[in-house]
């Protein structure tokens, strides 16, 4: 029989700032998105004291302040290798396993189920502990979407707190009665829309999604939510994503710290954000058809003047060259900039990415004579960022003061990541 | 790339040499060279030595420190070092560790015997610090090693 687990890391972001931090101990602390926008994550004290998720940090910054509540930007350096060091450590329970988000993954158990899987999934969740201080949940399935309502209900603590909820091991009986706490919204791919549309029929806990009519579900609703219904039943029909395929398009786009009226400012972050993307696409070795950038005024701000424009141009040919990139992206931009507006946001998208090898050249650009050495410093560029740090080497179109980037003035440092970041300790 | 056309005079038959030939680079592993004596040094090929393994038995649990402070000279620890530190060793009596004492980041040897708890510097001029109940300790994880960069 199939088994899966899917590991999840609790409040991941806010347990990697408690991590590197022992003033933290026992402080309420909340994430903040790009910008230092809204909530993304919550201690175990700040989910206590009732933050909702996604709530704009302007609007509870003051009550925060009373209840003592740290706020940190996102802190991705951070985030990505500690998220990187727990999937090197699951990798080591399973052959297979599919990395989900930066703090969830799917791991396949078949085979493993001598120990028993509930054994096995306390095992994982204490070597995580060990080796990283980092606590997740597992939950264990016979299939992904039963994987992840386990893992539900390992963090909500419904069956057992050991952290670890292992369907396989309880009868069809006791799984039913769980089913019947549980609402219907908590399952895999049931998102607030199907949710109400499903409570109009009268489904509103897993348990009647799951004795529902498969077919009549189909009908109304889509193949997927008839493949949940079975997924519930124990009939794995959803396999492990392994291989993450090439991506399709690349996109860069930020909110601005501040409001940018200038050209010059916005054709900096159209050059920085098209350099990031161009880094990308030349690491999965493609090359991008064309090239889109748009850029917009704040549109949460109705009271003033709104402007948004996109414009994408085809390149006569593929290209994987920042500095051909650039040129392009410059001037869309001056073909779509509006001098008086206040922008809030700017974006580049490469689309129509092929891979290196099904380049097909120009008929008409000048082409051939010197693209190999265009390969070859593209290639030294990238080697001089990965080792000095993004961004070391740039063309000068980036700008070197960058005014537009994002606020980030709660950032904690790249303990893991930068030398002159790493934490310090005291002898004495 | 040269330009790899060939000029339109050029006679049927007749190779030409290109002005830029393309060079292809192989790695020299793949290639069999057999002139000359053999290297005596062959056999004893090896890999270069790697700071790394020399130093982090675990990379997934290891994290580095920098020490502030003098309370550890005894131990060879020295202000501005940098610690090697494994998260996945146990932490037993006598090791030298990175603790989180309120609130505080420490590096002390820890004293475990006999229901004494403490957490000792190797500097006579820092009195060894007594774990109460009431404390927060967590015992982060066991040094492994030290490093610097003299910057020369």
Known sequence: MAAFALVDCNNFYASCEKLFNPKLKNT??????????????????AKALGIPMGVPWFKIQQEAKRHGIVAFSSNYALYADMSNRVVEILSSFSPNIEVYSIDE?????????RSGYHAYGIDIRQRVADWLGLAVCVGIGPSKTLAKLANHCAKKKLAGETGVCDFTSISP??????????????????????AARLASMGITTVRQLHDADAETLRCRFSVVLERTVRELRGVSCLDLVEVIPDKQQIMSSRSFGTLIYERAELEEAVASYIARAAEKLRAQDALAGALQVYIRTNIFKPEVPQYQRAMTIPLTEASADTRVLTQWGVRLLRRIYRPGYGYHKAGITLMEIVPRTNQQFSLFAPTGQVSGRNDTLMTTLDSI???????ALRLAAEGV??????????LSPRYTTEWESIARVWAR | MPE?????????????????????ALPIDEVRVSAGFPSPA?????NRLD???YLIRNPVSTFFFSVEGDSMQGAEIFDGDILVVDKSIRPRHGQIVVAFVDGERLVKRLYQRGGRVALLAENPNYPPLEIRDGMELLIWGVVTGKFKNFGA
């Open chain 2, 42 to 46: 062959a056999d004893y090929a090896d």
């Open chain 2, 51 to 53: 700071i790394n393994e």
């Open chain 1, 173 to 194: 009986a006791e799984r039913l009665a769980l089913f019947e706490r549980i609402e219907v919204g908590e399952v895999w791919g049931v998102g607030r829309k199907i």
């Open chain 1, 28 to 45: 309420p602390i909340v994430v903040l998105s790009n910008n230092d926008g809204c909530v993304v994550a919550r201690s175990a004290e």
């Open chain 1, 385 to 391: 960022n990965r080792k000095y740090g993004r961004g």
């Open chain 2, 4 to 24: 790899m056309s060939f000029p339109l005079d050029a006679q049927p038959g007749v190779f030409i040499p290109l002005s830029g030939v393309p060079r292809l």
């Open chain 1, 105 to 113: 993954s799917f791991l396949d158990l078949s085979g493993f189920e």
């Open chain 1, 401 to 410: 003061t960058k005014s537009w980037q994002m606020r980030r003035e709660n």
